[in-house]
Each structure stands twice: as C-alpha cells, then as structure tokens.
C-alpha cells in the first residue's frame, strides 16, 4: 500500500515537537491504532515486535507476558521511554492468551516453547504471530501446523526475511519484471558473527533450537525455497561445530550447535540450491545469488562488526535489457528498528492480514518446508547421507492442506 508523505512515521518520532498543543498537530498527529495486541516473550525478539508496532502505529501495545521479571522490567522500561501508555502486565501465559480485549497474540518465546505455548493461544480465537521456527522436531512442527490450521483465525509465522529491502527487491526482479528468466539455481550464504547471548543460553543448545540449521537458517531456506518456486526433496549436508562456545558451560552443559555447514538441496522442479553458513565472523554478511536462464541476480547485505551496513543489488541480463547494480534501503529509523526494517514491514503486512481478514503469507506450508530443509540438513550432517524430505513426513500427510 502506498503511503502519503503527510502520513510518514518520520514527523512522529522523536521530542523535537513535543512543544506542539493537540490542536497543532498535523503532521506529527499519531492515530490511535484500533488493534490490541497481547506480546508473549519479552527478550530480544519480544521488544524489537513491540518497537516497531510502535514505530507502525499498526496497534496497541496492550499486554505483556513473560516469566523472566528482567525481561518484563525491562519491557516496561523500553515502553516508557518510547512514551507508550503502560501495557497490561500478565500473571501466566493463559491469563495473556484468555485476554478478551486483545485482537493478536504475539509470541516471541524460545523455539521450544513453541508448541506449549500455540497449545494454549490456539484455543482462543485471536490472531496470531508465532517467531520462527515453528518447532524443534517434525513431529511438534507438524503438531503446531494442525493446530494453526484448525484455528479459527489468522496464524502468522515471523518469516520476516522477506521483506527485507535486498529480498524484497530481488523477488520483484525475478518474479514481477522476470528479469533474469526461468530460475535455474539458488545460492545463499550468512556469513556471521556467533549467536548471541539470550535469556538461559536457551540457544546454544540443539536441543531447545532444533539445531542451528532449523534455528537460525529456517529464514535462508524459505528464501531459497521462494525464488526456487518449487518443493524442496532432497537435501545433502556438511558441518561442524568448529571454533565457537568450546570453552562455554551453562548448568554443567556444553554448547553443541555447529557453527559451520555447507547444504545442497535438489527441488522438484528441478531448481538446484546452495547455502553456506559461518557463524565466527566478525561482521555480518548475507548473500543471494540466483542464475535463471537469461540473467543472474546477486543481492548481498554486509556489515563488519559496529559498522554501517550496505545493500547492493546486481541485475546482469545480457543482451535482455539494461544491466544494472541498486541499492535498495528502508529509511534508517525503519532500518534501525530491527532487521533492516524487515520486521516493520511484516507488522504492517500482518495489520493488513487482520484488517482484511485476508491472510497472505508465509503460509503454514512455507513455514514447515523452511524447517524442514533445516531438519534434513541437520540429519544429513549426523547420518553422513542425502536425506529424502519426503522420508521424514508421515505417510499420511498431505503437505498441500497447509497452504
Ligand atoms: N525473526 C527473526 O529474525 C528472529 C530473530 C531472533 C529471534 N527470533 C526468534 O524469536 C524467539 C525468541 O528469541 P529471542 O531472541 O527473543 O530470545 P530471548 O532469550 O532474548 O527472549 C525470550 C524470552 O521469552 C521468555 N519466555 C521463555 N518461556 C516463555 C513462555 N513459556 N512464555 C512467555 N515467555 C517465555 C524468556 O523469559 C525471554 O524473556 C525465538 O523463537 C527465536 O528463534 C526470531
């Protein structure tokens, strides 16, 4: 949706204003959103969720629930210096999830939590925005896709890599203007530092993140199995655990999540893929390169470690039309919301699902088959062999029910 230069957030945000009567504003007039949204997990993820529903003006802040009094405290802290009126503080996740005055749950909880908690917030009928991965094992992401598919309303799940500006831009290369042809390969890359720390070291642990292919890399493989419009079925992995957390002990346990692997995944339609990860890197940097008949795109985000980071995008079609390098930004206060403005555009394409009642993706289907590429990768390193997607699936399912 296009947005008038009068309505941008930009005249909204700061104090430079703040001398300003009500009857004065215009331009820095903020609209009281009508939504009520209940925020579930108040660590990292959780606060940057409540930044930019702020930033969005897309709904209120309205509830919080976490059972880390820190992470609460320090939610409440944020809110008030954004000058966000005080939300709701819930004794339990069924008091937060039972809240009859809230549109959407937003649960931004460690991955192993995830099936516990959408077992509670599925049986009441709001929305809901579930962080990715959907699940640790197969058989809880398939249980969490049932009961989002028998839920009586919207279940987003925060693949938000999407809207990234590099990614978002590529896809309209490929898909919109068919830039570059029929897609033939898909080749990504993070490159990056190590994984951060987080409230109980929750993810330096396989067993609470699903592995770090599942954990981290779901986001890579829904973007390779975007642009490669087709079904990921067999997928060949290498990795290890090579330099990171080897000295780290967390209630006498040793971190066990590699750090670094290599992936190849053969689709359905023929489509070949690659992802290389390095997670002891010091800086950050993301890299798509897709080869379709015609042309290449190569989009590319890039930091070293405290400093500014740079998109380029580059289109080489040949003798098909102009050939030409862009970078694409969001403005920085959206960038520096979180996640190169990924996660404002996802509440805000989130808002337009619960407006319309029309809900346009990632599909539960997507959600699943981004974890499962994760789940065979993580298999193929520990069997030493390709692994048939296919063969980690009940017989009986139909994989097509959660589009
Ligand atoms: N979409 C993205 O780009 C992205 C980025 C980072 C993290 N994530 C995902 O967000 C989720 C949270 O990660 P994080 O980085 O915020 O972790 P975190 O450790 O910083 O925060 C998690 C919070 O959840 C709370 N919590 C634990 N169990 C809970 C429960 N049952 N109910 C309510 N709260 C509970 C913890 O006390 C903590 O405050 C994970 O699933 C992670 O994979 C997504």
């Not at 908690?117 to 049932?146: G, Q, S």
């Not at 609470?208 to 493989?221: D, Q, S, W």
């Amino acid at each position: 949706m296009k947005q008038s230069v009068e309505k941008s957030r930009v005249f909204q945000r700061g104090r430079a204003f703040a001398y300003l009567e009500d009857q004065d504003r215009y331009l820095t007039q903020r609209t009281t959103p009508t939504l009520n949204y209940g925020f579930i997990g108040c660590g990292m993820m959780g606060l940057e969720h409540m930044r930019n529903v702020h930033l969005a003006g897309s709904a209120n802040i309205y509830g919080v629930y976490d059972p880390s009094p820190t992470s609460t405290h320090h939610a409440l802290e944020m809110l008030k210096r954004l000058r966000v009126p005080v939300p709701k503080s819930y004794a339990s996740l069924a008091a937060a999830c039972a809240d009859p005055d809230t549109d959407a749950l937003i649960i931004a909880t460690p991955n192993f939590t995830h099936l516990e908690v959408m077992r509670v917030a599925a049986t009441h009928n709001k929305a809901i925005f579930l962080e990715k991965p959907i699940a640790t094992t197969i058989n809880d992401a398939i249980e969490v896709c049932h009961l989002a598919q028998s839920h009586n309303n919207i279940v987003r799940v925060g693949l938000q890599y999407r809207y990234k500006a590099i990614y978002a831009e590529a896809l309209a290369e490929v898909f919109e203007r068919q830039a570059i042809g029929q897609v033939c390969s898909v080749n990504m890359l993070e490159h990056r530092f190590p994984f951060l720390d987080k409230v109980g070291q929750w993810n330096k642990f396989n067993e609470n993140t699903g592995g770090t292919l599942v954990e981290k890399c779901c986001h890579y493989f829904d973007l390779m199995n975007l642009f490669a419009g087709g079904k990921p079925e067999l997928v060949y992995a290498t990795g290890s655990q090579a330099t990171n957390f080897k000295e780290f002990q967390y209630g006498n346990e040793s971190a066990d999540g590699l750090d670094q692997a290599q992936v190849i995944v053969n689709y359905g339609n023929g489509v070949i893929g690659g992802f290389s990860l390095c997670m002891f890197v010091p800086g950050s940097h993301e890299e798509l390169i897709v080869c379709g008949e015609a042309g290449r795109i190569k989009a590319s985000e890039q930091s070293e470690l405290g400093d500014k980071n740079e998109n380029q995008i580059d289109v080489w079609v040949g003798e098909s039309g102009p050939s030409r390098t862009i970078r694409p930004k969001y403005p920085s206060y959206i960038e520096s919301a979180g996640h190169h403005g990924s996660t404002f555009f996802e509440h805000l394409a989130f808002a337009e699902d619960l407006a319309s009642g029309i809900y346009q993706g990632p599909t539960l289907e997507d959600a699943l088959q981004s974890a499962l590429v994760g789940f065979a990768a993580q298999r193929s390193i520990e069997e030493r062999a390709a692994i048939e997607i296919a063969d980690l699936l009940p017989a009986q399912l139909d994989m097509a029910t959660f589009s």
